[in-house]
C-alpha cells in the first residue's frame, strides 16, 4: 500500500526585493509544480512607486507536478518560507532544481522551520 501523508503540507511563500515581473516568474513556476491559493489571473502588482513589495502565496507541496524550467529572472529574489520541517525540504529541492538557490538564513522552532533564500537563474 502507498504510505500518504495524513495532512496536507502547506508552505507559505513572501517573495521581496525584485521586480513585479521576477516575483511572478517564481510565482508562475511553482504555481506550475504544486497546488496553490493563487489563481493564474492573480499576477504581482506594484503598489508604491517607491516602497518596497513583498508578495505572498501558500503552497501545498504534498504531491509535486512535472515542473517546467523557469524563465530567466532579471535580477535575483528573495524568498521565505515557513512550513513544516518536510515541506520546507520537499520546497527546498524543488527550488534547488529550478534555480541558483542562496541561503540567507534558516531558523527551526518545535513544529515549523523558516527558510531565507536568494534565487538567481541557474
Sequence with gaps: MDRVR??????????????KEDAR???DTLCACFESDRGPEE?????????????LGTFE???AHECPPPARLSSSVEADAQGGYWAIERLRTTLD???AVRDLSSASGDQERELHVRLETR
Design 25 to 27: 516568474i517564481v510565482f
Design 97 to 99: 532544481s529550478l534555480f
Design 6 to 19: 495524513p495532512h496536507e503540507e502547506p508552505v507559505s511563500l513572501e517573495i521581496s526585493g525584485c521586480s
Design 61 to 63: 507541496v504534498t504531491d
Design 43 to 55: 499576477v504581482p502588482q506594484q503598489l508604491h512607486e517607491s516602497r518596497p513589495m513583498v508578495w
